[in-house]
């Protein structure tokens, strides 16, 4: 159920705004109070766009912190047409909301907001995107509830070896998947295919296309939805970019398609780039290392990036090549692009924006990509990109392509996140660090 379908019976309404690691946080209001929030918006501390993964806000940031702000309200404004259902929640209609100052304003660092400047550059070049989400995730037979009580160490996965695209195998979950799937339906949205992946109760769903924002609410309504399907069920999932060292990690594919209003593809056709497409695609190569903050948000993130881990690590493109960044697919009515860079973890607001700028940058450059290379890249050695957290960090503070996109005040949120994040790495003591010094060190 969605849109207005939603609404209708619902007894009460949760109002949602995507935080900064895109995770759904809002209130929950009797639905005869519906009308009113609609007309005036949502008084609601902002401080969830300062919030680390642990959702625990930073004081002193200046976009929402206490030291500065003293943790003042911002209004979320309802979109009307965003509501969904979801069956863990038969009562409640879920409604997006966008970041505002006094119910007008779009808070520029908000996810929504952040999407949608690059949103409106892509069409004033008289251009529409359609892009799509492919999700991998781990699945156990570990409730929440008992994975927190053990540290979330001996998680059960569903199945154990290797699934990939195992029928057999990978049906062990299916009563799961079902009503994950079923709870998409609910929700209005499809998934156009379930499979299982490489690691040991691994899964991709990948998500129908739809404009970048909507694709963006879908996948973070996906997530969430995921997440209480497991609930329900008494079993758990994660997205972690890298959840176990001896596993794969778990990435979010991009499949984008750009076209001119008149109908034609952008990117090309009948197995050729044209020449703004050319430059789009070596602007999103060549931006790689710019953006890799926002591809891989945390510490962990950096854990999934090996040699030979099926993650690209090198900025390269090929025709239906997986070993590669960016995969080029011809379809019937144009090129499509498949960027396999970012991780499961990532955020879909900061990485859809990062794509455009950086293929918008390009093609504004009129650059040109590297040939496409035929065979595996991943026997290559590993282009020198930030693969450390660090390094990505700095490589962003200082894109002059990030700051003229985003705005050098989100540009400087986003790096003020980030460095919250590494410093909360810096202090763990890890079972890695136990185990290999704790007896030699």
């Known amino acids: 159920m969605k849109g207005e379908a939603a609404l209708a019976g619902a007894t009460q309404v949760a109002f949602c705004v995507p935080d900064n690691i895109g995770r759904l946080i809002g209130k929950r209001l009797p639905v005869s109070r519906l009308e009113e929030v609609l007309t005036r918006g949502l ?170 924002m909507g694709m963006a609410d879908r996948h973070v309504i996906f997530k969430h939805l995921v997440k209480a399907t497991a609930r329900a069920a008494g079993v758990a999932v994660t997205f972690m970019a890298k959840p176990h060292d001896d596993q794969v990690g778990s990435g979010f594919h991009v499949h984008f398609s750009l076209r001119r209003r008149k109908g034609r593809s952008a990117l090309g056709e009948r197995g050729r780039l044209s020449a703004w497409g050319r430059g789009f695609l070596a602007g999103l190569l060549g931006q790689a290392g710019a953006f890799m903050l926002l591809y891989a948000p945390y510490a962990n993130s950096y854990r999934r990036f090996a040699p030979g881990s099926y993650v690209p690590m090198n900025a390269l493109w090929a025709w239906d090549n997986r070993t590669v960044m960016a995969r080029a697919l011809q379809d019937p009515d144009g090129i499509r692009l498949e960027f396999r860079l970012p991780g499961a973890d990532a955020n879909p607001y900061h990485v859809f924006a990062a794509m455009i700028a950086a293929g918008l940058d390009g093609a504004a450059r009129g650059l040109t990509p590297p040939e496409p290379i035929i065979g595996d890249a991943s026997r290559l050695p590993p282009d020198p990109l930030p693969w450390d957290f660090t390094e990505a960090i700095a490589a962003f503070a200082e894109s002059d392509v990030a700051r003229s996109a985003l705005g050098a005040d989100v540009q400087g949120h986003l790096v003020a996140l980030a460095k919250r994040e590494r410093e909360a790495a810096r202090l763990a003591v890890t079972d890695w660090d136990l185990a290999r010094g704790f007896e030699f060190a």
């Open 43 to 212: 008084a609601m501390p902002d401080y969830y766009l300062i919030t680390g993964v642990t959702n625990v806000p930073h004081r002193d940031m200046a976009v929402a912190g206490a030291t500065m702000v003293g943790f003042r309200d911002g209004v979320i404004r309802p979109i009307r047409e965003t509501a969904f259902r979801l069956p863990s929640e038969p009562g409640t209609a879920f409604v997006l909301c966008d970041s505002t100052r006094g119910g007008t304003e779009r808070i520029p660092e908000a996810p929504r907001s952040i999407l949608a400047r690059q949103v409106a550059r892509l069409e004033a070049e008289g251009i529409e995107a359609r892009f799509a989400s492919e999700l991998e995730f781990y699945l156990y037979r570990t409730g929440y509830t008992e994975a927190y009580d053990a540290g979330f160490r001996d998680l059960v996965p569903c199945h154990p070896g290797h699934a990939d695209n195992d029928i057999l195998t990978a049906g062990v979950a299916e009563p799961i998947i079902a009503a994950l799937r079923e709870a998409m339906a609910e929700a209005g949205m499809e998934a156009v295919g379930t499979q299982g992946e490489g690691g040991a109760g691994q899964y991709e769903i990948n998500l129908a296309p739809a404009d970048p």
